[in-house]
């Protein structure tokens, strides 16, 4: 009922309103400002920015002055006004008495090519809302917020001059809020556990949630879906959200060891705060909102970064089967790594990741971050013997730095590890931060950490080599700027399945369709799919009990995973043994790792999801359709294939009485012709799915 009154007060009656606010601002010693407006180029989504605001608190009305913004989408009421403004140490909130003294737009519409992606285009389309704001207090702080409104949502940020009044600061708090109008169904993971993103997602209304990490992903009660981010996190700390009891979703920032959250000197532009709409699930994908609210690539020459399949010395650690540290079951020997290489040279993988081929590893790893050597070898593997077979057979080898947050030890040795790297022709490097605060204190999303994390990048693409981050910062779109920046982790992947466990142990059925609404609304992820042995049965006893080790999907899923869950670098995770003798093995080797296009054909969060794209710079389609514990019949039209043209779809769906738990393996290889009129029936079985090859007939 208030909302419609706010409504009426707004949006029917502006002059009226505009009279009330004047009587009001005069109340809290105020000015009324007419709001200023910006509206998305298909008109459907507006901004509002205010310097007031009414609220109700216990029934009584109320007006705050300050700096407000609200969201409003085909007429309807999306974010309530919402508080932007700063907490300082040492000096006084620029919050209140605010002036806007000035505005200035500017619209874009521009196309821009990605080197690599789900897309091979993505339009920049937006209208910009410069805001200019002045404190009325004697000190007279001056700055802008930006918004840039898009047809698939909005990103504001702030910037602040060069001023005598603020030069260095520290931010105590940012009070940017969200004050969604519906009472919407999110699903979330806690941002506050010492565990980073690897977290189960939880689904609740927002009146109750704790303090959970972004992209935060909701439905309202009308169906619109909403995701809450961030873009260009570049010298800032991570935002996380904060519930309250309320539709208000306040901004909570990772700090540093003494509780200050950022540290800035003017001129200083903060990341955008992002919020991406859709009118079904289906459509939050391609998602490229943060993206375009990065800068573009600053490297000139990208022809050394290649996205690639590849394959490891990886999952034998996390099964039991080898260790990282030396001994007897040694995983980085040069003999196994030779035979990884072997394997990825004859089924055309472009990679071999070697874990534990550093010295570091023996004893409590997690605890002796300082131990690690990034550039010393363990005596039993032959760094460049290694490096100079990969390089003759013609595949690349994947380097591994794992830091165990050991931030300093690692940035002492960085650019010797990076030269060594690039000398041997290692053009790829995975990279681990285990761990929950730094050694000094400091939270693991914190400034000092996005400082480090890009620091990393830089100094990886100066020696041209890839990254594929594991336990990182959430991604913010910073692989428009530095295409080296190829993948991460950042939830919980493929290897909890092979811890087990009881509880909280492995991934249930449901995860993969939740995160690729939610985790992979923000960019690529190393998920690691392609387990066969589904059981573990090549476990050597494993970290966990034996039944509770276990993948908790079909087979046929594990294929269609490639699909849904993009990655360009991406793995076959399972020791190459388990994929001897296996026919379903031909889609993991068919299967592309870049695309031109990526439809998502259905959805719904947490039940399933079909995904189809094209190969970058090809013909074949390919799709994925992935279910949680429910079995699911789905029909999909394939009218996103050209017209008049004929195609073979080379169909791995489950097979019969498949089921996650009690048999996960059949899986049925088939054939049949296909084109753009055809329908096609996907029958995926409880924890199921099913992948398929469309390439033209020949
Ligand atoms: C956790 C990572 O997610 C995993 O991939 C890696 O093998 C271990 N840390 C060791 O670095
Ligand atoms: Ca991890």
Redo the contacts with the bound molecule.
Sequence with gaps: MQMRIVRWTFRVAPALALAMAAVCAAAVGAQAQEPVQVASPDGRNVLTVDTLRRVVEEGEVKWQSGLFYSVERDGQKVVLPSRLGFEFRNAAPLRDGLTITGTARNSVDETWEQPWGEVARVRDHHNELRVSVVERAESGRRFEVVFRVFDDGLGFRYEFPEQPGLASFAIVDELTDFYMADNARAWWIPADGDNRYEYLYSSSRISVLPLVHTPLTMETNDGLHVVIHEANLVDYAAMNLVGSYDRRLKVSLAAWADGVKVRGQTPFVTPWRTIQMADRASDLHPAVLALNLNPPSVLDDTSWIEPMKYVGI?WG??IGKYT?GSGPKHGATTANTRRYIDFAAENGFGGVLV?GWNVGWDGDWIANAERFSFTEPYPDYDLEGVAAYAKERGVELIG?N?TSMGVENYERQLEDAFALYERLGIRAV?T?Y?GDLTAEGHAHHGQYMVRHWRKVIETAARHRIMLNV??PIKDTGERRTYPNMMTR?GAR?Q?YNAWGGEGDGGNPPEHEVILFFTRMISGPMDF?PGVFDILIASSDGGPRPPESQRVRTTLAKQLALYVVLYSPLQMAADLPENYEGQPAFQFILDVPVDWERTEVLDGRIGDYVVVARQERGGTDWYVGAITDEEARTLEISLSFLPEGESYVAEVYADGQGAHWLHNPFPVAISKQSVNAESTLTLELAPGGGQAIRIRPAR
């Design positions: 990886w650690m996390h990282w874990e591994h794992e995975k681990g285990v594991h336990e982790e992947g290897e690691t």
